[in-house]
RNA sequence: GCGGUCAUGGCGGAACGGCAGACGCGCUAGCCUCAGGAGCUAGUGGGGGCAACCCUGUGGAGGUUCAAAUCCUCUUGACCGCACCA
């Protein structure tokens, strides 16, 4: 007998227990059944769930679950991205081991996840601060720096002076720390780099192949990689004896060139302050720039400033004197860290010219007009126009005149095309504790030695400080840096530094196919079964961060032959944000809603239903208490109407003749069939899980009205109706759905290892349909007529209604549109 | 500046080019109840009408179409990404 009650506390802890127990969710890897890869991204241990993870992981289970009843191998798992400053920060401020800060929070936000009934597989779960785990991730170092794809190398690296640590471009938004917010600034030091811009091309590429992928994230990641096609050549400074090579994605203006801008940072600059009558002044300017900010000195809007060199060049196609200025506004790092300057062609050059009083050249200007230096009063940057006071290429279309400079200079051996991206190689050293130890050794005699893979993993060193300041703290325990030369034997010091926690979440995916071998990351049976992942879900955050670096990472293994794959992914899906009162859920909005208060207080089913149902999974979802409520009674109306026909489900009528129903009957097996359907490709085709929800109810509704006017109750048709009903409910509310499976349905077997329901197409034709009588696309009339008519009777039918015939009147039918099923539109005229 | 997304009742949101507002929240009225912050029933875009009904309506202006929230052009606003990348 039912409880007469939805106690949802109660039903929740046991069948959470029973799971457990039975290992409900476990998965193998030798089963007969297609697999199906079902990924939610791993969080952060940061302490407790919130309402953003409550949303990832319900759409991953949900679709896991779904998968499974549809007859899938799914692996389905979870982990920690365990690394990371955080608990390095607690144990600054709070003495507490970062281990142990970090294990104390997984085992609560575990706790936090099972309570939300999810069905992972905890047997293959993943800490990526685990020696097991990091261990291999050191190893896919060693394999990245065998392959010439881990380099050290002296550069200007972002530093940010809070985190006390350097941090990849990527990291860095708007010019701040993505972490702590604060300003990064510049500093030149020597750090490990992975070499993504060697698969720059590849990645660009590659984003074609990912037809699962929202648009959004792509059009991210292709600016980000920001590929760009031009043209490399030099101009000659005999004064300085040496070449001045510059990168132009506007060949066409080449004969407007008036001058050169170089960065302080410029190797040229070194040369050029040599006996230098105003080195003083020079010097001071480039220190000036140096020291600016990097968000100031990058800012399209900060102020163009430079200095004449004292030094000129040559053009190289008129041979004119072409001065060289020193400026702030150029990026060392991209192309040649050197750019040709067109006033004319430019605004940025313009204003420059104007400022400094540097001559302007007009070499393009539009077709139907003449520009003059008099009447002009910025540069010409319009995408269309004709070439002037450029020899023989003078008259041409500037389009063309750009393939024909290019071909004229590379003819001549003057240049040559190049092809230049904005993604920059990928900082991976850290100056922090609470990460993956680079496995590197420094040895007097034999320099850079990588740790052999016998002596991996490079543990992490408990006797640190991790006040050290600008070095890692890891350089402050004498028994980690000091150790012996792995190649001679001698007396040789540690890489202090860790890496960048991305290179943790860059593989881990990987790792669940395999999480426990202790022999490779992974073997190849296992992840070649596995790989890629089916579907991917997560937040839109990680568009470039982490989605642009696992991809990398897979096409580095599979030129390693490690995978068989080209992307990790195939299908991804971004989740919205959870928001309250129009903002992001925060500590210092007050706007927090936590998850376990929810569970609480209406237990997991209700927080899972009404963060699927609130919004479309990838908008944003405003969370509302009194939204909530609304799902809490759903399922309690769920609960009552299946107590109200215990009687006539206890006697599990399987089966019924279809062929003989009322009408009530009828019309509770269509809502039913069609339900099914559409629920079914709500979720399988397009991810409506909130409509998918709300036929739910409408099914329900349909339940509550046939006990309302049903005369006599149809025990198979209840049956069927409501079995269905909690088979397309479980993978929303699986505990809810479990408890009355169990007591009602099928006390022997999970709702979650049943077969999804399949519609009777049968159930859902009808003999008589109801359609639309428009006159001009007016709605006049509305009638029910069988649907074997054909578009020919339809309109004659709809021309014989009284209503449609006063609404035409003496006015002259001019053509009828008929659309079987839906409406009839009459054209009239007159 | 470049690239992208979005705009529908009081609110969250539905709607293969085919009856706009499904479903839910909120609100109103009624029933049930000692009571209700429980449950049930009905109503609920705006304007008009005693009424059957009529007019109007998907940010704005055009267009395509028998038919437009949906397609096209322009425009306004909001949000997001990149941004001195030569």
Same mark, same amino acid.
């Not at 030149?188 to 929202?214: M, N, R």
């Not at 449609?804 to 549109?817: F, L, P």
């Given at each position: ?646 009687? &006539? %489900? ?7 003749? #279809? ?5 009530? +009957? !009828? @019309?509770?097996?269509? $809502? ?120 020919? &009777? %339809? ?7 009284? #209503? ?5 009147? +003496? !006015? @002259?039918?001019?053509? $009828? ?14």
């Amino acid at each position: 007998m039912l409880n007469e009650k939805y106690a949802p506390h109660e039903i929740e802890k046991r069948w959470q227990k029973i799971w457990e127990e039975k290992k409900t969710f476990k998965v193998n890897n030798d089963d007969p059944r297609p697999k199906s890869y079902v990924l939610e991204m791993f969080p952060y241990p940061s302490g407790n769930l919130h309402m953003g993870h409550v949303r990832n992981y319900s759409i991953g289970d949900v679709v896991a679950r779904f998968r499974t009843m549809n007859g899938f191998n799914v692996l389905h798992p979870m982990g920690w991205d365990s690394f990371g400053m955080p608990a390095e920060n607690a144990a600054i401020q709070h003495n507490i081991p970062p281990a142990k800060w970090t294990m104390d929070n997984i085992a609560n936000m575990r706790r936090q996840q099972k309570e939300l009934g999810l069905s992972y597989d905890w047997d293959r779960e993943v800490t990526t601060c685990k020696e097991d785990y990091y261990k291999w991730t050191q190893w896919f170092f060693e394999l990245f720096y065998k392959r010439g794809l881990a380099v050290k190398k002296e550069s200007a690296v972002n530093w940010c002076d809070t985190c006390n640590t350097v941090l990849a471009n990527e990291q860095v938004i708007d010019g701040k720390c993505w972490r702590c917010h604060h300003e990064v600034v510049k500093k030149d030091l020597s750090q490990w780099f992975f070499k993504i811009t060697d698969y720059a091309d590849e990645l660009l590429k590659d984003l074609s192949l990912l037809k699962g992928w929202p648009e959004r994230v792509k059009t991210m990641q292709k600016n980000w990689i920001g590929r760009s096609e031009g043209l490399e050549f030099s101009f000659d400074c005999p004064a300085l004896g040496t070449k001045l090579p510059v990168y132009t994605t506007r060949a066409d203006t080449i004969y407007g060139v008036t001058f050169v801008v170089i960065p302080p940072e410029h190797p040229l600059v070194e040369k050029i302050l040599k006996d230098n009558p105003n080195k003083e002044k020079l010097e001071e300017f480039c220190n000036k720039v140096r020291n600016t900010s990097d968000i100031e000195r990058t800012s399209s809007e900060s102020e163009k400033l430079g200095m004449y060199s004292g030094y000129d060049c040559v053009h190289p196609l008129t041979g004119h004197k072409v001065q060289i200025w020193i400026t702030n506004y150029v990026l060392f790092d991209y192309g040649t860290g050197a750019v040709m300057g067109v006033p004319t062609g430019d605004q940025r050059d313009w204003m420059f010219a104007d400022k400094y009083g540097i001559d302007k050249i007009i070499t393009l200007q539009p077709k139907d007009k003449t520009l003059s230096l008099d009447t002009m009063t910025c540069a010409y940057e319009e995408k269309d126009g004709v070439l002037v006071n450029s020899a023989q290429f003078t008259g041409m279309e500037m389009h063309k005149a750009m393939g024909a400079i290019t071909d004229y200079m590379e003819e001549k051996g003057l240049g040559k095309r190049k092809v230049n991206y904005r993604l920059r190689d990928w900082l991976i050293s850290r100056q922090r504790y609470w990460g993956a130890p680079i496995p590197i050794v420094y040895c007097p005699k034999c320099g850079e030695v990588l740790v052999p893979e016998k002596d991996l993993p490079v543990k992490l060193p408990t006797d640190v400080k991790f006040t050290a300041g600008a070095k890692s703290p890891l350089a402050t325990s004498e028994s980690f840096v000091h150790c012996t030369c792995p190649k001679c034997g001698g007396p040789a010091t540690r890489e202090t530094d860790t890496m960048d926690t991305f290179l943790c979440s860059s593989w881990y995916y990987l790792r669940y196919a395999d999480p426990h071998n202790d022999k490779a990351p992974f073997s190849p049976e296992a992840v070649n079964y596995w790989l890629p992942v089916d579907q991917y879900i997560g937040g839109i955050e990680h568009a470039i961060l982490h989605l642009l670096y696992s991809r990398f990472f897979i096409k580095v293994l599979r030129d390693a032959g490690l995978v068989k794959i080209d992307e990790p992914f195939t299908n991804l899906l971004t989740q919205g944000m959870v928001i309250k009162d129009g903002a992001k859920m925060s500590k210092s909005l007050g706007n927090v809603v936590s998850p376990e208060e929810i569970i609480t207080k209406y237990g997991a089913d209700t927080a899972r239903l009404f963060i699927m149902f609130a919004a479309p999974v990838e908008r944003e979802l405003e969370w509302s208490d009194q939204g909530v409520e609304g799902s809490f009674r759903f399922l309690n109306r769920v609960w009552r109407i299946v107590a109200h026909f215990e009687t &006539e %489900l206890d006697q599990h009528v399987t089966s019924y003749d #279809t062929s003989n129903l009322n009408e009530e +009957d !009828k @019309k509770l097996r269509l $809502v039913l069939h069609s339900s099914i359907k559409k629920i079914t490709e709500d979720i399988e085709q397009r991810f409506n899980f909130n409509t998918a929800i709300s036929t739910m109810m409408e099914l329900v509704n349909a339940l509550y009205n046939y006990k309302d006017t049903a005369k006599t109750v149809n025990a198979g048709l209840i049956y069927e109706t409501i079995s269905n009903l909690l088979l397309v409910m479980a993978p929303f509310v699986p505990h809810i759905t479990e408890e009355l499976w169990n007591k009602v349905i099928d006390a022997k077997h999970s709702v979650h290892k049943e077969p999804w329901p399949k519609y009777d197409p049968e159930a859902i034709k009808v003999d008589e349909v109801e359609i639309l009588v428009q006159v001009n696309g007016k709605p006049k009339d509305r009638m029910m007529v069988s649907t074997s008519l054909s578009k020919d &009777e %339809l309109g004659k039918v709809a021309l014989d209604s009284p #209503t449609v015939k006063t609404a035409i009147g +003496d !006015k @002259k039918v001019v053509k $009828v549109i008929a659309v079987p099923g839906r409406l009839v539109n009459i054209v009239v005229k007159g």
